[in-house]
């Protein structure tokens, strides 16, 4: 953080701010817990570990607003729909619920929307079809 967010003065090393006196430690510490958040999600990006990264993102957007990890969420987001599709396709009902549902807890998309109810669907139809088999 360059400035004091109510003053707008220049800030140095400490946490107090020089011109306003505000106590900047908490606002500083959230700023460095989210940029520690940033570098673990990209390292599980690099990984491809999708569904984590998405989480570490999230908890890091919470803290820290950055238009540049707002895209990379949205990238992630498209990619993770992506594979529910795949796996959907697969009949890979379950798996791909559990993915639709991460995204749909990030951010309400219509496509997730709409795949969650097929799935929703799907299931429901499999469900039915062991009771009958059952009587």
Not at 37 to 42: C, S, T, V, Y
Not at 66 to 84: E, I
Request: overall charge positive; aromatic content about 4%; proline content about 4%.
């Amino acid at each position: 953080m360059e400035r004091c967010p109510i003053c707008r003065a220049r800030l140095k090393s400490d946490p107090v701010c020089p011109r306003c006196g505000s106590d900047l430690s908490q606002v500083l510490s959230s700023a460095a817990k989210a940029l520690a958040l940033r570098d673990q999600a990209l390292l599980l990006v690099a990984q491809g570990e999708t569904a984590s990264a998405l989480r570490l993102l999230q908890h890091s957007l919470l803290l820290k607003r950055d238009p540049m990890l707002v895209a990379l969420q949205n990238f992630l987001l498209d990619k993770q729909l992506r594979q529910a599709v795949s796996a959907f396709k697969q009949q890979g009902y379950t798996e791909a619920l559990s993915m639709t549902k991460q995204v749909l807890d990030i951010k309400k998309l219509p496509l997730a929307l709409a795949l969650q109810e097929m799935l929703f669907d799907k299931l429901n139809g499999a469900v039915q079809e062991l009771d009958f088999s059952e009587n």
